[in-house]
């Protein structure tokens, strides 16, 4: 008797409860409508999607570049070929200081196809303050037919192709040029630097080119001893080395080391072959001589070891 009681009022209460219920959902339908007599449609269920996004943050803008992108310039143009030898060389308007090189090197990209092992490193250029250059170089010269882009942080693009690869070889001590152009060599006479006036050990990059230059000696500290035109100038070194006709060569040429400094070629056609044929980026490279020439001298990176040119890159 008293279990039967017990249940009949459970179920009196639920009922009251549920009664309750039904009374105020229905009020609640009532009261939402839009014009006081119409139920609104209920709303959806939240998804965990829905709320993730809410909860998401707004997409954070990218960090500026650093104040020493705002006006740096590339040594490349958009669209060149050049010579398995040219490295990528960015110049700012200012020295940027050592604790800002890392910023720096993080906002230079370069995108190789086919890839490479490569590297940035400071170089400390002839004619500019230290921290107004970087360089980027592979480990070993490019391959003919690579494709480069290279993006200094958001406002600075350079796409260029690699061509065909030509590597001249001066050997001082026998007065001669060996020139590989993809493969095939030819062999040169050529006169260099006198003695006490020898022309740079080492690799060189061709800078650039002109078909007629007017060089000073004073210019190189050598005096009042020439100030001519020479025609078929290869530019090879900052400090005033170039690769040219000289009618002096027409002599001397694969016998002695008549020159200022410079490699000079005969006045018979040759000079002008070798500088029809050649183009920026080129490799130049002179053995059996004294002085090595330096990283910052042109674009002297190519003597100066693996190891030690990615030590000098602020993220090594």
């Not at 061709?206 to 230059?213: A, E, G, H, I, P």
Request: hydrophobic share 35%; net charge positive; glycine share 12%.
């Amino acid at each position: 008797m008293t279990t039967g009681m017990t249940t009949m009022r459970r179920a009196t209460r639920a009922w009251g409860a549920a009664a309750v219920c039904s009374l105020a959902l229905a009020g609640c339908s009532a009261q939402g409508g839009a014009d006081g007599d119409r139920a609104s449609d209920p709303k959806p269920a939240s998804t965990a999607a829905d709320r993730a996004a809410a909860r998401q943050e707004p997409t954070k803008k990218p960090a500026p570049d650093p104040a020493a992108l705002k006006n740096v310039r590339v040594n490349v143009s958009d669209g060149q070929t050049v010579g398995v030898g040219m490295p990528i060389s960015l110049t700012f308007a200012r020295p940027v200081p050592v604790a800002e090189r890392a910023a720096v090197e993080r906002r230079l990209k370069v995108e190789t196809s086919p890839g490479v092992t490569g590297s940035w490193s400071w170089v400390k250029d002839r004619n500019l303050l230290d921290g107004q250059r970087v360089d980027y170089r592979p480990r070993e010269p490019w391959k003919p037919g690579t494709e480069v882009t290279v993006r200094a942080g958001s406002g600075t693009t350079r796409t260029f192709e690699v061509g065909r690869s030509l590597v001249a070889t001066v050997d001082v001590r026998t007065h001669t040029m060996r020139v590989v152009k993809d493969g095939r060599a030819r062999e040169v006479k050529v006169t260099a630097g006198a003695p006490g006036m020898d022309t740079w050990n080492g690799t060189m990059v061709v800078l650039d080119k002109q078909s007629r230059v007017l060089m000073d000696s004073r210019t190189v500290g050598y005096g009042k001893a020439y100030k001519d035109y020479y025609n078929y100038a290869v530019h090879l070194t900052a400090s005033g080395t170039y690769l040219h006709e000289n009618p002096n060569a027409n002599a001397t040429a694969g016998e002695s080391n008549v020159t200022h400094g410079c490699i000079g070629l005969a006045t018979d056609g040759t000079a002008r072959r070798f500088y029809e044929e050649v183009i920026p980026g080129d490799i130049v490279r002179v053995v059996g001589s004294k002085e090595t020439v330096a990283a910052g001298n042109g674009y002297g990176g190519w003597n100066v070891g693996w190891k030690q040119w990615r030590a000098g890159s602020a993220l090594d």
